[in-house]
């Protein structure tokens, strides 16, 4: 194998390298942020803190419908024990007694109102615990798939990492070090080949000459126009 064509192979195992890399950083990327995920769970902590603001209101009402009842149930009983003679203030116990039911029964209609929006804040409840539950489940299965697929990324990595490095003896280290500088000057590619007479990288004619020299198998021709290391064929 010419210089050139080892450095071909280092450029396919460097771009090789570069998209494995690319892809285990997305993966990690996916893994590290579920956004449906998040949605979900926030959805449901939204619903818990929307029922527990109704079930504090349900028993602020109970609690106030209690107070009612321990002053109605008192004052009734004075109206009917007979303890109370005079009919002026039986008329006001009367009266009094008459306000707080007419209290009661606001309050009673404002628990009804509560433990109705209770029920639907149930239902939202459960429906949001659902949708987290499935959404759960695929990103179970989804990670447990990248993960898989990670792994085995890994493994290729390491292969193609193992495969450059057995290459590298093969190359003096000058034209090494040409190709790397190169290749980071010339957006990853460093070498290119002579197709039809012309660099494929630049598309300009390869003078004979330079043809000629890139045949050489110890030789190293480059193009003329973009610098390029150049391979026949
Ligand atoms: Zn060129």
């Not at 079930?55 to 107070?67: H, L, P, T, V």
């Not at 002053?71 to 004075?78: A, F």
């Not at 209770?118 to 993960?147: I, Q, T």
Request: proline share 3%; charged share 40%.
């Amino acid at each position: 194998m010419s210089h050139a064509t080892a450095l071909l192979a280092l450029q396919l195992a460097d771009d090789e390298l570069a998209r494995l890399r690319a892809r285990i950083e997305a993966i990690d990327a996916r893994l590290a942020h579920n956004e449906a995920l998040e949605e979900a769970r926030a959805a449901v902590a939204d619903r818990e803190a929307e029922l527990r603001e109704l079930r504090r209101r349900q028993r602020e009402e109970e609690a106030r419908i209690a107070d009612l009842n321990a002053k109605i149930v008192p004052e009734e009983r004075r109206l009917y024990d007979g303890s109370v003679r005079s009919p002026k203030e039986l008329e006001s116990i009367a009266r009094e007694v008459e306000s707080l039911k007419a209290q009661r029964g606001r309050h009673e209609d404002a628990l009804l109102d509560v433990l109705a929006q209770v029920e639907e804040a149930e239902g939202r409840l459960e429906e949001a615990r659902r949708e987290l539950a499935a959404r759960e489940r695929e990103w179970e299965a989804e990670s447990a798939a990248l993960r898989q697929e990670r792994t085995a990324l890994e493994a290729a990595l390491d292969r193609t990492a193992a495969e450059r490095e057995r290459r590298l003896p093969a190359v003096p280290p000058q034209l090494v070090a040409l190709y790397e500088e190169l290749r980071r000057r010339k957006g990853g590619m460093a070498v290119a080949r002579i197709q039809a007479g012309t660099c494929t990288a630049c598309h300009v004619t390869v003078p004979d000459a330079v043809r000629r020299a890139a045949r050489a198998p110890e030789g190293v021709a480059r193009c003329p126009n973009c610098e390029r290391i150049l391979v026949v064929g």
